[in-house]
C-alpha cells in the first residue's frame, strides 16, 4: 500500500516558478514509478512527466519538456515537480501517482495504481 500527499502548490505569474512535492507513506516506495498528471477544468486528466520505476529514466509530456524536471530522494520518500517557465496553459490540479514496478506504458494514467488527492496550481498572464 502506497499513499501520497501533494503540497506546493498555489497561484504564480506567468513565467515564475513552483516546485511541488508529493510524500510517500510504504516500505516500498524506492520501486515503484512515479508520475505526475495534470488536469484543467474542463479538460481530460493529462500526462505530464513520470520516473521509470527501475530508476533513472525520465519521460516528459512535449508541453513540458524543458520546462519541467521530475525528481525523487527515496531516502525522504519524497518526489518533486520543479516547474519553471510556467503558463497561463500550466493551470491545473496536479496529482501525484505510483505504479508498481513491472508496469509499461508509463505515460497511461490507468497504469497507476495510487493517487494523490491534487494541489491546485493556477498561472496568472
Known amino acids: 500500500q502506497v499513499q501520497l500527499v501533494e503540497s506546493g502548490g498555489g497561484l504564480v505569474q506567468a513565467g515564475g516558478s513552483l516546485r511541488l512535492s508529493c510524500a510517500a507513506s510504504g516500505r516500498t516506495f524506492s520501486t515503484y514509478a512515479m508520475a505526475w498528471f495534470r488536469q484543467a477544468p474542463g479538460k481530460e486528466r493529462e500526462f505530464v512527466a513520470t520516473l521509470h520505476w527501475s530508476g533513472g529514466i525520465t519521460y516528459y509530456a512535449d508541453s513540458v519538456k524543458g520546462r519541467f524536471t521530475i525528481s525523487r530522494d527515496n531516502a525522504k520518500n519524497m518526489v518533486y515537480l520543479q516547474m519553471n517557465s510556467l503558463e497561463p496553459e500550466d493551470t491545473a490540479v496536479y496529482y501525484c501517482?505510483?505504479?508498481?514496478?513491472?508496469?509499461?506504458?508509463?505515460?497511461?494514467?490507468?497504469?497507476?495504481?495510487?493517487w494523490g488527492q491534487g494541489t491546485q496550481v493556477t498561472v496568472s498572464s
Open positions: 501517482a505510483a505504479a508498481p514496478p513491472g508496469t509499461t506504458m508509463l505515460t497511461l494514467g490507468l497504469k497507476y495504481t495510487y
